[in-house]
């Protein structure tokens, strides 16, 4: 059974500029969520969609977006890049949204902004 | 809301020796999970081993055993038998809606 796929793996990006990355998860997981990693603020929850609909966001900027597609896939857009969004973004994938699931995560995208 | 701390950046172990991270938490929900996570170089996160609050007997998974004080609020991993594989960051983590990590614990294991 394949794993979570995150595309892409590395990514440059110019301030002012948006992005766009990619989650595909397990095969039959219904829930994806987003978390943003970095050395000062470490794991932080973006957001969590389940059958097509966000069910949980963190706090972010609205510059943080997202969706989940009818095969679950789901995409997260970061729009006007800050220097600040310069981390490791990790899309985690669990079966339902019940309590206790375990999520498994993708190997993350590594955003850099100059 | 919920917080989860670890308050160990960095353990080192002998190989074969065992090895105690903390981790406590603070939430407000009756209903919650918690987690230990790990991190390897290849940044891939995998769950080491999972509590559910309502559960006194402390979870197990093979070399993996945690010790839950519920009262304390507090959830540390003990690792038996340190092999180099086990070298990682080690991060706990609570569960209501969503996932809320602590800060990890950077592990090294000595050969």
């Known amino acids: 059974k394949a794993g979570v796929t995150q595309t892409p793996r590395y990514l440059i990006k110019t301030r002012g500029q948006q992005v766009t990355l990619s989650c595909s998860p397990i095969s039959g997981h219904r829930s994806v969520s987003w978390y943003q990693q970095t050395p000062g603020q470490g794991l932080q929850f973006l957001f969590e969609y389940f059958s097509e609909t966000q069910r949980n966001k963190g706090n972010f900027p609205g510059r943080f977006s997202g969706r989940q597609f009818s095969n679950s896939r789901s995409e997260m857009n970061v729009s006007t890049l800050e220097l600040g969004d310069s981390a490791l973004y990790l899309c985690a994938s669990s079966l339902d949204n019940v309590l206790g699931t375990e999520a498994f995560f993708g190997q993350g995208t590594r955003l850099t902004v100059v | 809301a919920q917080t989860v701390t670890q308050s160990q950046p960095e353990m080192s172990v002998q190989e074969a020796e065992t090895v105690t991270l903390s981790c406590t938490y603070d939430?407000?929900?009756?209903?919650?999970?918690l987690f230990w996570y790990k991190q390897p170089p290849s940044r891939q996160m995998i769950l080491v081993i999972r509590q559910e609050a309502y559960k006194q007997q402390n979870a197990t998974e093979n070399r993996f055993s945690v010790n839950f004080q519920k009262a304390a609020k507090s959830f540390s991993l003990k690792i038996s038998d340190s092999q180099l594989g086990d070298a990682a960051m080690y991060f706990c983590?609570?569960?209501?809606?969503?996932?809320?990590f602590g800060t990890g614990t950077r592990l090294t294991i000595i050969p």
């Open positions: 939430t407000s929900e009756s209903d919650y999970y």
């Open positions: 983590a609570a569960s209501n809606e969503k996932l809320t």
